[in-house]
Every structure is written in C-alpha cells, then in structure tokens.
C-alpha cells in the first residue's frame, strides 16, 4: 500500500510539474507579454525596460528556474499588469467559482445517478427510453446555448430571476441549473449502462436465487460494482471543479476563476495563468489520487497495484 | 421589573440610534445606476496616466478632472474644468488659474501643490528626463512591488509620451501655477485637455502604502467618489457630495463587467441594468424591438485604419498601396456593416482642429479600375499578400477584414487573413508582414496629437521598421516645436499627402462609433468620445 501510495504521489508531482513547464514556455513563446501589456503604441525603449524589470529578456530555462525557486519558496509572483501578488487575487476566485460549482456538481451527482440508476432497472422500457432522451439532450447541448435559452426565459421574459452577475443567490441559480444539466446528463448515461451491465452479472442472479429482497441485491451487489466507472466521473469532475465553468461564467459574467482566466491569457498577466493552471493541474490530480485510492476500497483486488 | 426597564431602555436606545439614519435615507432619493460595460480597465488599476485606454477613457471623469475640460454635452470643444482660465507667458510656458473652493474626495481642498505633484516626478514621470522631440527617453526598469512607492515601468513610459518636454510646473501662489515646457511648444494647452493630465490628490498619494493601493483607489475631484474596484469584475461609486459643479444627480453609480454582448443585451432588457455599452451594430434592432428601450451614440473621435508594411513583400512598391487604398468601397461597409451609423473621415484628421483641419481633404476615392491599372502598373505577380489580424479587437473587425480582402482580390491582389492572438504577435517582425488593422485617436485638438504619434518617428510604425519616410519626418519636427502656425499647417497639409497618397503609411476606413443601449425613460445625453458623463447638467432620470 506505501509503494502505491509513493508511486501516485512522485507519478502527482510530475504531472503538475509538466503541465506548469509546458503552461510556462507556451505563455512566453506564443508573444511577449511587455508588448501586450504595453500596448501597441509603447516605444521600444519601454518594452525593453519591462522587459528587463520583470525578468523577460532572459532564457526561458532561467526564467522558469527563478519560477520554481520561488514557488518553492511560497512565492507564486506578481501581476505583470499591476505588481499585486497573485495568490490572493486568485484565492478570492477560486472561492467565487465553488460558489456554483459545488451546488452544481452535488445537483449533477444526484439527479444523475439517481436517474440512471431508474433508467437501467427499467432497463428497454419507455421510460428509460425517455431519461436517456433527456440525458442525451442535456450532454449534447452546449452549456452556452443552455445557459442563454435559460437567460431569455427566466431572465428576460418571465423577469424572475437575474440575467447574470453576482449579486444575491438567486444569480447563482440559472449557472448552477446550467452546469449540473450537463453533469446529470453524462452520470446517467454512464450510470444506467454500468448498472445494465452489473444486472447480467451470474453473482446478481446467486444473490436473487439464494432470496435475497431484489432492493437488497441492487443495493448490497448491484450497485457497489457499478461503482467504478461512475465514481471514475465524477472524480474527473471534482478535478475540473477550479476550471470547468470558463464558458459558463463568462455567459452568466459570474466573477470567478474561469474569468480571471480569460482576461489574464488575453492580457499575458503570466503569473496569474500560472498560477491558475498550477493551482487547476493540482486540484486535478489531487482528485485522480482520491479516485485511485477510492478505487482500493470499492475493489480490494487492485490494492498493492495489481490491475 | 428591573428587567422590562432595561428593555425598555434598549427600545429606546435603539429607536434613536435608528431615527437619524432613517431620516437621511429617506431624503436621498437619488436612484442607483448600473452600467454594464465590456471591460472595465486593461490596466486592472484606476490611475489615469496608467490606463491609457479607451474602456478607461469612459470612466474616468466620474471620478478625476482636467484642468482644462472637453464639453461632453457639445462638441467636445474646450472649457474651463479645475482652471478658470489659462494664458501664455511665452512659447514655453502657461499659466493657469485654479477654481476656487474645489474639494477633493478627502475633504482637502485642490490647490497648486496637488497640480504640481500631479505632474512631478514621484507620481509621473519617474527618473525620466524632458527631451525634445528626437531624443531617447531614459527609463526606470526598477520592479514594482506592492509595497513600495515606486512607479511602475510603463508610468513614466507612458507620461512622457504625454509631456516629452515638460520640466516642471511650478507654484505661483495657491491657485495660481505655471507648466514649464524645455521647448516651444504650441499644444500645451490641449495636452492638459488630454486624457492621463487628470489632477490627484498630493496627500493620498502619499499616505497611500503602495503605488497600488493608490491606483486601485485615487483620489480626485469628479463628481463621485470610488467606493471599491475588484478589476474584471466592478467599481462602485458613491456621489461627491462636495462636488463643486453642483450634488451629484446618482447616489451609487455601479459599473459591472459583463464580457458577452448578448448578455449586456439580456441585462438590460431584464432590467439589471440601466445602461449597456458597447453593442455591435447588429444588436441594435434586438435592444430597439423592446419599447422601453434605445440605442444612443454614435461616432467617437478615433478613426479605423488599414496599416502597410512597405519592407516586405509587394507592398514594397507604393503603386501596390495606393491601389489597396482605391479599392475599398467605404461608403458600402459604412452603410452595410454599420447600419450607416459610421461615417467615412476626412483623411486622418478631426472636426475639432479647428484652424488645423485641412479642409477639402478626403479619403481615397473608390476606383477600382484605378486601382486595376495601378497593379498592372506595378507587375504584381499574384504573391501573397498577408494580412494579420486579431478576432474582433475592434467592433466588427472580422466582417470589415473578411470585405476588405474580397474588395483586394476584385483588383488582383492575392491578399489572406492570418489570424492572431494579440498585438505582439501583429508586430513581430519574424515572418512576412503587409496589412494590419489599428485605430487613431486624437488626444486633443491638435494634428500632432493623433498622426505623428503613430506613424512620425517616435511612432510605433516607424520603431517596428514597418513604414518610415524622412519628409514625413522633418514635417513632423515641424509640427512638434514650430509656433507659426500657418507653417504648421502646411507641415500638416504636406503630410496628409505623404502618408495618405504618395508613399501611403496606412489608410483610413471609417470613423469608429459606440452603441450604448439605456432606458428611454433615462433623459441622459452620450457624449460624442468614449467618456460617459454623469454629472447633474446630463441627468434627468
């Protein structure tokens, strides 16, 4: 169990170290930042200078040297824009984010499984049939057209809830309905199929041959073993908690992290995107870790790393 | 009975702790406004010398103000604003006279020593040094912290493109100063009408911890006051009570930032909003079906433009460039792709120069036949002509490149779209460089303000070895130092036809314009620039 434990945590650490270098060497490589911060009228004689202020004229592998140094230290830089330390700027929008995508992703968890767990035990019936219908639709229709249809209904022509912003909780329904639709929508789908495929399993038939209450044999047997696959998702889901509502915010204009993201790549604030990104590479990890662990506990046979 | 007259003693307590600031809240019925915009700053700070842009150009007289003033309700001609009135004491030197009795957000009163720091070397210009036209700038690559008071890199970049030769101003008495110019120069005046010249408070720039923490919240005179600022997301301001042009007409005046244009649309036609800024022609109808709502503004002062690169590729040949310029039909995308709410500009040049305007001076006419022969001319061969461009920057500017290139490739001309990111990646020198878009705007009524400091040799065309010409830059020196003003004109006249016909730098496309959508119950008039004005003389909601 500590080798296994060891090999996720160094296999971890690598993979945020991988994605924070490939984020680094793409922000720099793709333009210059002073030139985006400055504007397209600042003279040369300035650029050189924010060049030579915040480091950008040295190498890339320098540059990133410093970067690793620092984040060793606690230090995670300063907004090119503005000189403000970005961790708590980028703190107070994590905080924004999870405002939405917690309720959202706890809504998505529930309706979904609950729905495609109802779909697979009436498995070719019309009413499965009719929750795949609606988990097909909520999975192909993107969260920017759901989100702007929800807009002009509720919003604009029934007056009844705010169009966007973050004003009160009632700004945060229409994006927490918007992104859990979309979550609801793939945990049923894979739900009702791990389920289905549980259900013709020879253990499922012992366990209804020796008398067991079928309500028994679904929840004692049917649905621990269905488990994997979906609590596979919704690990993904947890991990892309930080990062998964860029559109979403940006229809329903939620102030959060998603945001923060796309002003600062289009202004090349380098060290907020890094921050961001390590901090979104960690908590995606951090989540694919849980889900191995939590694999060892629904299937004790992959213990030890055995597959 | 000990404890009902404690009770009694908190009910009353509390009721007379509560009657007062009933009473103020029930005088002040001024309304609470929200306007929703795309962005609200590009610099995430509120210093008017750092956010030289136009997002922050909309903003900024709410809160800061000029010496001397442009009418925003008129024709953005000049007025007297924290100056009562200003005189020459010689070609380099003004003097101004301050209102009396201005109060600052903080109680203190404005005098020559705010006006002074204002334009010192601790708030603007840093160790930079005033030069005359031609000479290099020396910059501070000192690294702004948040704790300390140094200034960042690009503020003495930016205030010295402002006031290349201003060496200081000094205090005559209380209300009374003098800016001090290293060389003749006849715009003094209409650089204190320009946008970063906006006057701050000495005291709360120093007592202020950082530089930030004074950016994020300065001080000023305009009519309200800043409450907060979170950057991306919205600034809230209270109404200057003291203001000296009379109480403030809204009590909070909140702008949110709502990127998505169809959600600014949403908003408003939800009622969440009272204003919508910067809507895209096509969104007119939308806002205009609701019949509470309107659509008003129109053309700003800042003009579209085509820029040539003349060291790459076939536009090396001028024939080539002016046959680009005659082959743009600009009355159509005037008329088709702006709903005909743009107009086509009279050369790179604005209705409020006054005596500087060059009158009778047009855009290049739509010949394509001209143009035609001008390729012919030139022996083109069909070589790629590539023209980069950044996806919508500029309202519109995907559907204006998509019809230019068609127009081009009418005449012959193999011109295709590269897309980019962002403006470092329109500069880069690597790879081959022809047409780009950009915009112009003027910064105050005087040619020099607008076509020299783009294409003249401090300009950013000439620094990137896209374009230079030396006539145009000896017309330039002329225009910046001479005080004959009949010589600065033809100066002037000489390099309309430079840049814009003989040896073309760019050319002009059409006068950019802004659509804000506001309830027609709101009697509140837009103003003719980017800037937003709130003040009680524009409002009667």
């Keep these: 169990m500590l080798l296994f434990a060891t090999k996720r945590v160094a296999r971890a650490i690598l ?60 230090e995670f830089g300063r907004s090119l824009l503005n000189g403000a330390d970005v961790l708590p700027l980028v703190g107070s929008r994590v905080l924004v984010t999870l405002e939405i995508m917690i309720p959202a992703l706890a809504i998505g968890i529930l309706v979904g499984v609950s729905a495609g767990a109802y ?96 309500r028994a044999v679904i929840i004692r047997h049917a649905l621990p073993n269905a488990a ?70 629904l299937d004790p046979r992959l213990r030890g790393g055995r597959h | 009975m000990v404890g009902v007259e404690r009770r009694t003693f908190l009910m009353l307590a509390s009721g007379a702790a509560s009657m007062p600031r009933f009473a103020i809240a029930q005088s002040d019925t001024r309304p609470e406004i929200v306007v929703a915009v795309q962005k609200l700053v590009t610099s995430n700070t509120l210093d008017p010398v750092a956010e030289q842009s136009n997002v922050g150009e909309r903003i900024l007289n709410s809160y800061v103000e000029l010496l001397i003033g442009r009418n925003l309700q008129g024709e953005l001609e000049d007025m007297p604003q924290l100056a009562t009135s200003w005189k020459r004491i010689s070609d380099e030197i003004v003097e101004v006279s301050l209102r009396k009795g201005v109060k600052f957000h903080n109680g203190d ?183 509470k709502l309107e659509v008003v503004g129109g053309i700003i002062p800042n003009i579209r433009l085509s820029v040539f690169d003349k060291y790459d590729t076939a536009l090396k040949d001028p024939r080539i460039r002016q046959a680009l310029t005659h082959a743009i039909d600009r009355k159509m995308i005037v008329d088709k792709l702006w709903l005909g709410r743009s107009k086509v500009p009279p050369g790179l040049q604005f209705a409020f120069y006054g005596d500087m305007l060059v009158s009778g001076w047009t855009a290049p006419e739509f010949d394509p036949a001209k143009a035609k022969a001008l390729v012919k001319e030139a022996g083109y061969k069909g070589d790629p002509i590539p023209y980069r461009l950044l996806n919508d920057y500029y309202t519109l500017q995907t559907a204006n490149a998509q019809v230019l290139t068609e127009m081009w490739q009418q005449i012959g001309l193999n011109v295709q779209i590269e897309m980019k990111e962002n ?22 009524n005087d040619p020099v303000s607008s076509l020299p400091t783009q294409h003249g040799p401090q300009g950013q065309q000439q620094q990137v070895h896209e374009w230079a010409n030396d006539e145009m830059n000896k017309l330039c020196g002329i225009l910046q130092t001479s005080t004959d003003k009949a010589m600065r004109k033809k100066a002037f006249e000489r390099m309309l036809v430079v840049c814009e016909r003989e040896d073309p730098a760019y050319t002009v496309l059409n006068q950019n314009a802004t659509f804000t959508a506001k309830r027609k119950s709101t009697q509140w008039k837009v103003a003719p620039d980017f800037a937003m004005d709130f003040r009680a003389s524009n409002w009667r909601g």
């Design chain 2, 423 to 444: 403006w470092a990646q329109i500069w880069d020198p690597k790879g081959k460089r022809a047409i780009h878009d950009w915009s112009n705007s003027a910064q105050f």
């Design chain 2, 109 to 291: 009163e404005m005098t020559a020593e705010d006006i002074v720091f204002t334009f010192s070397a601790a708030r603007m210009f840093g160790n930079t040094t005033p030069s005359g036209w031609d000479k290099t700038i020396t910059m501070d690559t000192s690294r702004p912290t948040q704790k300390s008071k140094e200034l960042p890199t690009q503020v003495p970049a930016v205030a010295r493109r402002l006031w290349p030769s201003l060496v200081k101003v000094e205090v005559v008495d209380k209300y009374t100063c003098r800016f001090v110019n290293a060389t003749p120069d006849v715009t003094i005046e209409g650089r204190l009408t320009g946008m970063g010249s906006q006057i701050v408070n000495r005291r709360a720039f120093e007592e202020a911890a950082s530089w930030l923490d004074y950016a994020r919240k300065p001080i000023g005179t305009g009519p309200y006051k800043i409450r907060s600022f979170t950057p991306d997301v919205e600034l809230i301001f209270d109404a200057h009570d003291d203001y000296w042009g009379g109480r403030p007409p809204i009590k909070t005046l909140r702008f949110v930032q709502v990127p998505e244009v169809a959600q600014r649309v949403n908003g408003i036609r939800a009622g969440q909003y009272h204003f919508a800024c910067d809507l895209t022609p096509d969104q007119i109808v939308t806002v205009e079906s609701d019949p």
């Design chain 1, 119 to 214: 779909a697979a035990l009436r498995h070719n019936t019309p009413k499965d049939r009719l929750v795949m219908m609606g988990a097909v639709a909520g999975f192909t229709v993107p969260h920017f057209v759901l989100g702007l249809v929800l807009v002009l209904i509720f919003a604009v022509h029934l007056g009844w809830l705010p169009s966007g912003g973050n004003d009160s909780w009632r700004s945060a329904i229409l994006p927490v309905v918007t992104l859990s639709t979309g979550w609801a929508a793939v945990l049923a789908r894979f739900t009702r199929s791990s389920v289905v495929e549980v259900l013709g399993q020879p253990y499922i038939r012992t366990a209804s041959a020796k008398g067991l209450l079928w």
């Design chain 1, 228 to 297: 994997i696959p979906v609590v596979t998702t919704i690990g993904f889901m947890v991990g892309g908690l930080l990062a998964g509502a860029v559109v979403t915010e940006s229809v329903f204009s939620w102030p959060g992290l998603g945001q923060l993201i796309v002003t600062s790549v289009a202004a090349r604030d380098v060290a907020v995107v890094q921050c961001v990104l390590l901090l979104v590479a960690t908590a995606m990890v951090l989540s694919n870790m849980t889900v191995d662990f939590l694999y060892t506990l």
């Design chain 1, 15 to 74: 993979t945020v170290l991988i994605v924070v270098g490939c984020a680094f060497a793409a922000l720099r490589l793709s333009s210059d930042p002073a030139l985006v911060v400055l504007g397209p009228d600042a003279p040369p004689s300035a650029v050189a200078a924010f060049r030579a202020a915040w480091g950008l004229d040295q190498p890339l592998w320098q540059q990133f040297f410093y970067y690793i140094a620092g984040l060793l230290r606690g």
